[in-house]
């Protein structure tokens, strides 16, 4: 079990997949929370500090785009890193996001829970020291 | 061999006249004044012996003029041929006379104006189809359906056709005749972006270009051809413009890359969840026992719907290929409705939405295709509960009257805007509203629902209203 505790935020209107990311995360030992959209996510981002946030590219609403945008611009969340997840394939323009939204990593569906697990794990290992 | 006396050249006929009456005046002289002397009355007599001779001559003399007559008209005819005559044989003149020469004369004459006659209709013939070949050419010219303009070394416009014409909204080819091709499409196309260089338009190069003609893709796109017609000096004559409309194709290549677009969405969704869950369930040691049930039926559900997607695609591949086929059979509605229902539950699970059902008391037995009606159905139905929000309503009401049985689907969605309600049901169409492409579909349920309509005798009847809902009814014949 790892003993980097962190909490997560997952931004993903597919509840089914939203479920076993929780499943697996909680398994690997962080704190997650679940929003079922971009919005949700906002205001569970307003309501409580997170560090790492998950999010699905195509939401209904607010988008993954635009949720990277709101988390950099509008609450200032700078140094929270983002890893994003889609379904969709070569209309997404990687670097754009990675540039403009500072997106630390993009995965394309299907992916291994076990890669997105170590991602997480990864990212706020990154993290942790920059904090300290 | 038999020679006609005519063949004799004019002159030794002439000779042969004049010596002979010569030959007789001097014999006729020489004759009476030998009798006369004989007689003793030479003297009385010799001024009647000159004269008969003188007289003889004198008749020679005659027939000579009427021989030479002929051959002076001929003569004088001749000369018109070669100082006036230009292939008009009407100046020449038949003869009337019926000797040999006027004979031979009008022979001539009448062979000369055969041939002229000839020629005149043959040269007429020629004009006439060359005319022909010009106006044919130029009804091609206005019926082809792309627009072109034939412009000179410079540009400027000589001509158009009726296509060029329609498509820059023209009120006549003539108006535009000296003008530029691009001044024309500047003014008819605003923001007119072409994508070349104005240098490689003063090239001797030829170019092709698209150009989007409004803000939408259905407002037009265009495919401007630019080819410069070498001479034989290896100059460029002319420059031939056209234009040609390449919406429909435009759009067709939109709704392919929309479609590979949801397709991959739509498959790749399910498939993620799938091996996420199976992941799982493979690689964690310690799952609950209720875990594991849920994560098995959650694999189950996902399969289902990846196989659903997948019959979808080959439904409308049928419907691509016209081979959509029903096979009917005597169907319990009832049963039906009830398969429709117990299919359509995880979805209305998912959602906390109103669902409302009410089925006419009594159901008849309809002969249908029960699979594809329960598909066409479920296929409302799902689009009443995808695109209706949490909290909505979603309306299910089966009802009959004498000859008919409707199935309403209603539900208080997004709804669909006036302008997008016509083209609902075409294949891969998906609406522009953001709400609407959030969510995922193929835009193929509707056609094939349609089809299966269609295919029953029956129709899909729809009524929407943006923001607050739509009605689709299902209707098919009883009997």
């Known amino acids: ?132 | 061999m038999h020679t006609p006396a005519y063949t004799l050249p004019l002159s030794r006929r002439l000779l042969g006249r004049y010596l002979m009456f010569g030959l007789a005046g001097l014999f006729v002289c020489i004759s009476m004044i030998i009798v006369f002397n004989y007689l003793g009355t030479l003297k009385e007599h010799l001024v009647f012996a000159v004269a008969a001779s003188l007289g003889l001559l004198l008749l020679g003399a005659v027939v000579l003029q009427r021989s030479v007559r002929v051959n002076q008209a001929i003569e004088e005819q001749l000369r018109q041929i070669s100082s006036v005559l230009a292939g008009d044989t009407r100046v020449l003149q038949p003869l009337a006379e019926s000797d040999s020469a006027a004979i031979g004369w009008n022979s001539v004459i009448q062979q000369l104006r055969g041939q002229q006659h000839q020629a005149t209709l043959e040269a007429r013939l020629c004009d006439l189809s060359a005319a022909g070949d010009d106006r044919q050419w130029n009804r091609i010219f206005h019926a082809l359906h792309e627009g072109i303009a034939v412009c000179d070394s410079n540009d400027s416009i000589l001509t158009v056709n009726n296509a060029f014409s329609a498509l820059l909204g023209l009120n006549s080819a003539t108006e535009v005749v000296g003008k530029k091709v691009l001044q024309l499409l500047e003014e008819s196309v605003s923001g007119m972006q072409l994508g070349v260089s104005k240098s490689v338009l003063n090239s001797s190069s030829p170019f092709v270009c698209e150009l989007r003609v409004g803000k939408h893709l259905a407002d037009g796109v265009w495919r401007i051809n630019r080819t410069p017609v070498i001479d034989q000096a290896c100059e460029t004559s002319i420059t031939l413009w056209t234009i040609r409309d390449i919406t429909q194709q435009k759009m067709a290549d939109e709704m392919r890359n929309q479609f590979v677009f949801t397709a991959t969405h739509e498959l790749r969704t399910p498939l993620a969840n799938i091996k996420a869950y199976a992941e799982t369930l493979a690689q964690t040691s310690d799952i609950g026992i209720e875990d594991q049930k849920r994560f098995y039926n959650i694999i189950n559900n996902e399969a289902t719907r990846l196989s659903r997607f997948v019959d979808e695609l080959l439904d409308v591949n049928q419907m691509e290929s016209g081979a959509v086929t029903i096979t009917c059979g005597e169907t319990d509605l009832e049963r039906l409705l009830n398969d429709v229902m117990e299919n359509l539950k995880p979805q209305l699970q998912q959602k906390e939405q109103l669902f409302e059902k009410h089925f006419a008391a009594k159901l008849p037995s309809l002969r249908l295709d029960k699979d594809k009606i329960t598909a066409a159905l479920i296929n409302l139905l799902g689009n009443a509960v995808k695109y209706t929000p949490e909290k909505g309503t979603v309306r299910f009401l089966v009802e009959l009257d004498d000859t008919n049985i409707h199935f309403h689907i209603e539900d208080t969605g997004i709804g669909i805007s006036a302008e997008e309600l016509p083209r609902i049901s075409e294949k891969f169409f998906r609406s522009s509203d953001s709400r609407v492409q959030s969510i995922v579909g193929s835009g193929l349920g509707l056609a094939f629902s349609q089809e299966v309509a269609r295919l029953h005798r029956g129709r899909i009847s729809v009524k929407s209203e943006i923001n607050k809902g739509s009605r689709f009814t299902l209707t098919l014949p009883l009997s």
Do not use: W
């Open chain 1, 1 to 132: 079990m790892n003993n980097l505790a962190g909490n997560i935020l997952i931004a993903e209107d597919n509840g089914v997949l939203s479920d076993v990311l929780c499943f697996n995360l909680r398994n690997a030992g962080f704190d997650v929370t679940a929003a079922e959209n971009g919005l949700v996510a906002i205001e569970k981002l307003r309501a409580a500090a997170f560090d790492l946030l998950i999010t699905d590219y195509q939401m209904p609403g607010v988008d993954g785009a635009e949720l990277c945008k709101a988390v950099r611009s509008e609450l200032h969340l700078n140094h929270m890193p983002i890893l994003m997840c889609s379904a969709k394939g070569l209309e997404i323009n990687v670097e754009k996001l990675k540039s403009d939204f500072g997106v630390a990593k993009l995965l394309f569906k299907p992916f291994s829970m076990r890669e997105i697990v170590s991602a997480a794990q990864n990212l706020i290992a990154a993290r942790v020291p920059n904090l300290n």
